[in-house]
Every structure is written in C-alpha cells, then in structure tokens.
C-alpha cells in the first residue's frame, strides 16, 4: 500500500512566524492529499485539501503545495499564532485496485507556536 | 448537529474480558472507519467499512472485530483485549470514500487494558 512519510515530528516557532511541514508519498497513483489538526483531547479536523490536478492551494494564512513529480506536499501556515499549536497530519489517498479509496496518514508533527 | 459518537469516552479494562466500542454518526455517510493513535505512529487504520455489511481488513486489524449492520453505527469489538492494544482510538466517517472523501473525526476513545 501507499507510504506516507512526514517531517519533522516536532516544530517549534515564534508566534508570528512561518512554519512548514513536509509529507513524502510512494504511490504515483495517488490524488487527493488532505491535512488534519488535531488539538489536545479532540478527533483530527480536515483544515485543507489538495488534488492532484493542483499545484497549489490557499486558505487566509494556510496553504499546501504539491509536486507530482517528486511526490511530496506540504502545508505552509503563517503569521502562526499560540492557537496553531496542535498535532498535523498529512495522509494520501490511492486509487489503485485493492487500496482504492484508502487514505494512508503520516505519523504526524507537534506544532508550538511560543507567544 | 452533524457529529461522529464515540462511547465510551475512557475505558479501563483487564486482559480477556471482551469489550465493545461504539460509534454513530447522524450524517448518512457511507464510509466508516477505525483508527487507533500511538505515540510516534500517528494514526494506523484498523478496519474500514464502505456501507453496509461490508468492511475490510485496515493496517492493523489483528484483535478486532467489527460490524456494520445499518449505515450509522460501526462498533469495534475487542473479544479478547490484551495490553498491546492500550492506544487512543478514533472513529471517522465520510460521505463516499472515493469521490467525498472528508472525514468527520469522532472525540476519540482512551482504552487501558491492564
């Protein structure tokens, strides 16, 4: 199936400052890429989404690239503020045969934004 | 409110004594799904169901159960529940796993298995 590799682990930055996470995936048949916020004690909610038609997409201070060619997409957020601390996942989901459908989650980054 | 439930909330239990987890979901969504998270592995699919009365093998399916009888509710069930499985587990749902695929995340279930 579909490997999803994400990095870093942990981020910490400046309130005011940019962060990004990067996500690697294996599967070439893969086209959609979503992202999730986990916040303390909560479910992951879907904050972005990207497709494989799509280079780029933006929503007020975050967006997420994707380059088809060498697999990999990342979330960008800026102007952080204390409340983008949480836990982000990327994941992709593959459409080939016996996976189709399946959305395959990175291991996740602890984001904190210091005030 | 459009929402994923999740019962119980946390669950303390000892090895052996079968246990079920339960989730709903008021959105007629088609697609459901188990996720257990542990630290440092993120979020590792268990079992998925793409409607009723079919469900499929996730990535660690090994000492789970599940059903699908009606197209809300989607009980995990751990028969026999050993300490390996002590993880944060998560239910979600989407509309059509192929063509609407958000998912709505349920508050999640903390099971301690002693």
């Known amino acids: 199936g579909e490997n999803v590799e994400q990095h870093p682990s942990t981020l910490s930055v400046q309130e005011g400052d940019s962060a990004v996470i990067k996500c690697t995936y294996s599967d070439s048949a893969s086209n959609y890429f979503p992202w999730y916020k986990q916040e303390l004690g909560k479910g992951p909610q879907l904050i972005i989404d990207i497709r494989s038609n799509v280079g780029e997409k933006k929503d007020q201070r975050i967006a997420v690239t994707l380059n088809k060619t060498a697999k990999h997409f990342s979330l960008h957020i800026t102007e952080t503020q204390p409340e983008d601390s949480a836990v982000y996942f990327c994941a992709a989901k593959t459409d080939r045969g016996s996976t189709l459908g399946r959305l395959y989650f990175g291991r996740g980054t602890q984001l904190t934004v210091w005030p | 409110e459009a929402q994923v439930t999740q019962n119980p909330r946390y669950l303390i239990t000892v090895t052996g004594k079968k246990l079920t987890v339960t989730c709903s979901q008021n959105m007629n969504h088609e697609y459901m799904s188990w996720y257990r998270q542990d630290p440092g592995l993120g979020l590792r699919q268990i079992y998925y169901?793409?409607?009723?009365?079919?469900?499929d093998k996730g990535d660690v399916p090994e000492g789970y159960k599940v059903s699908r009888k009606e197209k809300r509710n989607f009980p995990l069930i751990l028969e026999s529940p050993s300490p390996n499985q002590t993880s944060l587990y998560f239910c979600?749902?989407?509309?059509?796993?192929?063509?609407?695929?958000?998912?709505?995340f349920g508050s999640g279930t903390q099971l301690s298995v002693l």
């Open positions: 169901s793409m409607n009723v009365e079919v469900t």
């Open positions: 979600a749902s989407s509309l059509n796993s192929l063509t609407n695929e958000k998912l709505f």
